[in-house]
């Protein structure tokens, strides 16, 4: 029997997210937390989340707090797969990828939960469909905007995440974000012209 998630109020899913033991292997991977819910709701919870989530570092500890973000955005909490799903109104998932934005702005900046903010794009996979999709140009400006932040940590998460993804625009955000840090170091330097020649995995 799965938990149905779809009539929690935001309070209760944010807890039904983050609210767990740190746990090896993780609590989302035991049969009795299997959930079903309307990937319409669950995606709106979502970008309320990413909307605000200044309020997450009061209530859960940074391990929790990274646990619960590699839970929503991989395959157990499924971003990873809806956030790529023609059959779910467009405007919802853009909305999503766009406030993910807010994430990298008000809790990377201070604390990167240990690999979560480098994976966060990567977490999120990619659709094998060939093209620039709308998923992917939504991407791509969030990627660009991230890359804006002033946080090492966030500007190599978004060149990481365009290592990942497939995109024709990306050699030229990446070419700006260049030629505006002009004070880069090397080691990122190097990182980003990776990206732009394909030699990020």
Partial sequence: MS??????????????VFDHPVSEP???????????????VWLKNATALFSSPEFLVQDYSPEQLEQGFWFLLGPAGKLDRWVWA?????SIRADCISAMVNVFEQLFVKNPLGETCYMWWDLLGESRDEGDTPVRDAMLESLRRVLAIESLDCQVSALHGLGHLTHGGKKKVIEEFLNIRSNLDEKTEQYARAVIEGRVQ
């Fill in 3 to 16: 938990i149905n998630v779809d009539n929690y109020p935001f309070d209760e899913w944010v807890r039904f």
């Fill in 26 to 40: 993780e609590w989302y991977w035991d049969d009795a937390w299997n959930w079903e819910g309307d990937p319409r």
């Fill in 86 to 90: 023609e059959e779910i109104d467009w």
